[in-house]
Protein backbone atom coordinates (compact mmCIF):
# COMPACT_ATOMS: atom_id res chain seq x y z
CA UNK A 1 0.00 0.00 0.00
CA UNK A 2 1.25 3.56 -0.59
CA UNK A 3 1.61 5.89 2.04
CA UNK A 4 3.23 9.24 2.26
CA UNK A 5 4.00 10.75 5.63
CA UNK A 6 4.43 14.21 6.06
CA UNK A 7 5.26 16.00 9.67
CA UNK A 8 7.72 19.19 10.40
CA UNK A 9 4.74 21.79 10.07
CA UNK A 10 4.24 23.93 13.12
CA UNK A 11 4.09 27.91 14.05
CA UNK A 12 7.11 30.22 13.04
CA UNK A 13 7.22 34.19 13.19
CA UNK A 14 8.12 36.08 9.72
CA UNK A 15 11.29 35.62 8.38
CA UNK A 16 12.36 32.14 10.33
CA UNK A 17 12.77 28.88 8.58
CA UNK A 18 11.01 25.04 8.71
CA UNK A 19 11.65 21.78 7.03
CA UNK A 20 9.07 19.81 6.39
CA UNK A 21 9.66 15.88 5.30
CA UNK A 22 7.60 13.18 3.54
CA UNK A 23 8.15 9.81 4.21
CA UNK A 24 7.12 7.58 1.50
CA UNK A 25 6.32 3.54 1.50
CA UNK A 26 4.96 1.12 -0.66
CA UNK A 27 6.74 1.81 -3.68
CA UNK A 28 10.33 2.67 -4.95
CA UNK A 29 10.83 6.21 -4.12
CA UNK A 30 13.46 6.77 -6.30
CA UNK A 31 11.38 5.87 -8.86
CA UNK A 32 9.11 8.69 -8.93
CA UNK A 33 8.76 12.68 -8.58
CA UNK A 34 7.33 14.07 -5.81
CA UNK A 35 5.74 17.58 -5.65
CA UNK A 36 4.71 19.34 -2.81
CA UNK A 37 1.31 21.08 -2.85
CA UNK A 38 -0.10 23.48 -0.68
CA UNK A 39 -3.71 24.95 0.62
CA UNK A 40 -4.31 28.34 2.57
CA UNK A 41 -6.93 28.20 4.80
CA UNK A 42 -9.93 28.46 2.76
CA UNK A 43 -8.79 28.56 -0.19
CA UNK A 44 -7.61 26.00 -3.25
CA UNK A 45 -4.62 24.35 -4.11
CA UNK A 46 -1.33 25.34 -5.25
CA UNK A 47 1.71 23.38 -6.69
CA UNK A 48 4.85 24.98 -4.86
CA UNK A 49 7.93 22.59 -5.53
CA UNK A 50 9.12 19.39 -7.58
CA UNK A 51 11.42 16.90 -7.89
CA UNK A 52 12.94 13.71 -9.93
CA UNK A 53 13.32 10.36 -9.07
CA UNK A 54 17.35 10.70 -8.71
CA UNK A 55 17.46 14.22 -6.63
CA UNK A 56 18.98 16.48 -9.31
CA UNK A 57 16.17 17.90 -11.09
CA UNK A 58 13.74 20.29 -9.41
CA UNK A 59 11.24 22.79 -10.39
CA UNK A 60 9.68 25.24 -8.06
CA UNK A 61 6.82 27.70 -8.32
CA UNK A 62 7.79 31.40 -8.71
CA UNK A 63 6.27 32.18 -5.53
CA UNK A 64 8.67 30.27 -3.36
CA UNK A 65 11.69 30.14 -5.95
CA UNK A 66 14.47 31.18 -3.99
CA UNK A 67 13.49 30.33 -0.46
CA UNK A 68 12.47 27.03 -0.63
CA UNK A 69 14.53 24.09 -1.50
CA UNK A 70 13.00 20.62 -2.13
CA UNK A 71 15.46 17.75 -1.88
CA UNK A 72 15.43 13.64 -1.23
CA UNK A 73 16.93 11.01 0.28
CA UNK A 74 15.67 7.86 -0.81
CA UNK A 75 17.99 5.41 0.97
CA UNK A 76 15.97 6.55 4.05
CA UNK A 77 12.14 7.21 1.76
CA UNK A 78 11.87 10.63 2.27
CA UNK A 79 11.54 14.06 0.34
CA UNK A 80 12.35 17.16 2.04
CA UNK A 81 10.73 20.74 1.87
CA UNK A 82 13.51 23.29 3.16
CA UNK A 83 11.61 26.97 3.19
CA UNK A 84 13.75 29.98 4.37
CA UNK A 85 12.28 33.33 4.75
CA UNK A 86 9.09 32.74 5.71
CA UNK A 87 5.87 35.25 4.55
CA UNK A 88 2.56 35.18 6.28
CA UNK A 89 1.08 33.73 2.79
CA UNK A 90 3.65 30.72 3.31
CA UNK A 91 0.70 29.42 5.62
CA UNK A 92 -0.73 26.50 5.13
CA UNK A 93 -1.10 23.18 4.42
CA UNK A 94 1.35 21.62 2.72
CA UNK A 95 0.78 17.91 0.73
CA UNK A 96 3.39 15.91 -0.78
CA UNK A 97 1.99 13.97 -3.39
CA UNK A 98 3.54 11.41 -5.85
CA UNK A 99 3.74 11.69 -9.68
CA UNK A 100 2.12 9.55 -11.80
CA UNK A 101 4.77 8.72 -14.43
CA UNK A 102 8.00 7.33 -13.18
CA UNK A 103 11.36 8.70 -13.94
CA UNK A 104 14.29 11.30 -13.48
CA UNK A 105 11.98 14.48 -14.43
CA UNK A 106 10.99 16.73 -11.68
CA UNK A 107 7.83 17.33 -14.13
CA UNK A 108 6.62 15.39 -16.81
CA UNK A 109 3.24 16.35 -19.31
CA UNK A 110 0.98 14.31 -18.34
CA UNK A 111 1.70 13.98 -14.94
CA UNK A 112 -1.02 13.41 -12.22
CA UNK A 113 -1.00 13.26 -8.72
CA UNK A 114 -2.20 9.54 -7.66
CA UNK A 115 -1.61 9.17 -4.34
CA UNK A 116 -1.21 12.44 -1.47
CA UNK A 117 -0.38 12.70 2.19
CA UNK A 118 -2.31 13.58 5.00
CA UNK A 119 -0.88 17.08 4.65
CA UNK A 120 1.24 19.45 7.75
CA UNK A 121 0.05 22.52 8.26
CA UNK A 122 2.34 25.31 8.41
CA UNK A 123 1.64 28.61 10.29
CA UNK A 124 3.29 31.68 9.95
CA UNK A 125 2.69 34.50 12.25
CA UNK A 126 3.91 37.12 14.32
CA UNK B 1 1.02 30.41 -16.34
CA UNK B 2 -2.06 28.80 -18.09
CA UNK B 3 -4.98 29.82 -15.78
CA UNK B 4 -7.40 26.59 -15.07
CA UNK B 5 -11.07 28.35 -14.40
CA UNK B 6 -14.13 26.18 -13.08
CA UNK B 7 -17.86 27.10 -12.92
CA UNK B 8 -19.66 27.08 -10.94
CA UNK B 9 -17.68 27.61 -8.05
CA UNK B 10 -20.32 25.39 -5.72
CA UNK B 11 -23.75 24.27 -6.50
CA UNK B 12 -26.27 22.67 -4.44
CA UNK B 13 -28.04 19.18 -5.29
CA UNK B 14 -29.83 16.47 -4.53
CA UNK B 15 -28.86 12.78 -3.98
CA UNK B 16 -29.49 11.42 -7.55
CA UNK B 17 -29.33 14.72 -9.62
CA UNK B 18 -26.47 14.66 -12.46
CA UNK B 19 -24.19 17.29 -11.99
CA UNK B 20 -22.00 18.94 -14.35
CA UNK B 21 -18.58 20.90 -13.81
CA UNK B 22 -17.11 22.73 -16.54
CA UNK B 23 -13.10 23.50 -16.11
CA UNK B 24 -11.48 25.92 -18.41
CA UNK B 25 -8.38 26.50 -19.34
CA UNK B 26 -6.34 29.90 -20.37
CA UNK B 27 -5.07 28.07 -23.33
CA UNK B 28 -4.61 24.91 -25.04
CA UNK B 29 -3.52 21.92 -22.88
CA UNK B 30 -4.11 19.10 -24.92
CA UNK B 31 -5.77 16.18 -23.03
CA UNK B 32 -3.45 16.57 -19.86
CA UNK B 33 -6.13 17.46 -17.25
CA UNK B 34 -6.74 15.61 -14.09
CA UNK B 35 -10.07 15.69 -11.11
CA UNK B 36 -9.74 15.50 -7.86
CA UNK B 37 -11.89 15.09 -4.86
CA UNK B 38 -11.29 17.14 -1.75
CA UNK B 39 -13.42 16.47 1.57
CA UNK B 40 -13.17 19.04 4.49
CA UNK B 41 -9.96 18.23 6.65
CA UNK B 42 -8.66 15.43 3.80
CA UNK B 43 -6.22 15.48 1.60
CA UNK B 44 -7.44 15.73 -2.45
CA UNK B 45 -7.89 12.28 -4.29
CA UNK B 46 -7.41 11.30 -7.41
CA UNK B 47 -10.79 10.76 -9.51
CA UNK B 48 -10.00 11.14 -12.84
CA UNK B 49 -6.95 11.78 -14.92
CA UNK B 50 -5.91 12.32 -18.54
CA UNK B 51 -9.27 13.76 -19.35
CA UNK B 52 -11.76 10.54 -19.03
CA UNK B 53 -9.43 7.71 -17.72
CA UNK B 54 -11.42 6.68 -14.21
CA UNK B 55 -8.61 5.86 -11.20
CA UNK B 56 -8.95 3.06 -10.05
CA UNK B 57 -11.14 2.67 -7.66
CA UNK B 58 -13.03 5.42 -8.18
CA UNK B 59 -16.87 4.98 -8.75
CA UNK B 60 -18.12 4.60 -12.37
CA UNK B 61 -20.79 7.35 -11.66
CA UNK B 62 -17.64 10.21 -12.45
CA UNK B 63 -16.92 10.23 -15.71
CA UNK B 64 -15.11 13.31 -17.55
CA UNK B 65 -14.88 14.92 -21.11
CA UNK B 66 -12.97 17.56 -23.14
CA UNK B 67 -10.06 18.65 -24.69
CA UNK B 68 -7.70 21.60 -25.88
CA UNK B 69 -9.35 24.15 -23.37
CA UNK B 70 -13.05 23.02 -22.35
CA UNK B 71 -13.69 19.92 -19.65
CA UNK B 72 -16.12 18.61 -17.53
CA UNK B 73 -16.94 16.28 -14.81
CA UNK B 74 -19.74 14.44 -14.67
CA UNK B 75 -21.56 12.94 -12.32
CA UNK B 76 -24.18 10.95 -13.12
CA UNK B 77 -26.18 10.12 -9.99
CA UNK B 78 -24.98 12.34 -7.26
CA UNK B 79 -24.33 9.44 -4.02
CA UNK B 80 -23.97 11.19 -0.50
CA UNK B 81 -20.58 10.65 -0.31
CA UNK B 82 -19.97 13.10 -3.05
CA UNK B 83 -20.55 16.02 -1.42
CA UNK B 84 -17.22 17.75 -1.82
CA UNK B 85 -15.17 20.27 -3.54
CA UNK B 86 -13.88 19.71 -6.77
CA UNK B 87 -10.46 20.54 -8.27
CA UNK B 88 -9.05 20.33 -12.04
CA UNK B 89 -5.67 20.81 -12.76
CA UNK B 90 -3.46 20.66 -16.00
CA UNK B 91 -0.22 19.11 -16.55
CA UNK B 92 0.70 20.33 -20.08
CA UNK B 93 3.35 22.59 -18.57
CA UNK B 94 4.76 24.05 -15.64
CA UNK B 95 3.64 25.34 -13.17
CA UNK B 96 1.11 22.91 -12.66
CA UNK B 97 -1.96 24.99 -12.12
CA UNK B 98 -5.41 23.80 -10.61
CA UNK B 99 -9.08 25.45 -10.80
CA UNK B 100 -10.24 27.22 -8.07
CA UNK B 101 -12.47 24.80 -6.87
CA UNK B 102 -16.40 23.86 -7.08
CA UNK B 103 -18.17 23.23 -3.71
CA UNK B 104 -20.68 20.31 -4.21
CA UNK B 105 -23.38 20.97 -1.38
CA UNK B 106 -26.52 19.25 -0.41
CA UNK B 107 -29.76 21.27 -1.43
Known amino acids: EVQLVESGGGLVQPGESLRLSCVAS????????LSWVRQAPGMGLEWVSAIGGSGDRTSNADSVRGRFIISRDNSKNTVYLQMNSLRAEDTAVYYC???????????????????WGQGTPVTVSS | DIQMTQSPSSLSASVGDRVTITCRASRTISTYLSWYQQKPGKAPKLLIH???SLQSGAPARFSGSGSGTDFTLTISSLQPEDFATYYCQQSYTLPWTFGQGTKVEIK
Open chain 1, 97 to 115: AKASQGGTYAATRGDYFDY
Open chain 1, 26 to 33: GFTLSNYA
Open chain 2, 50 to 52: SVS
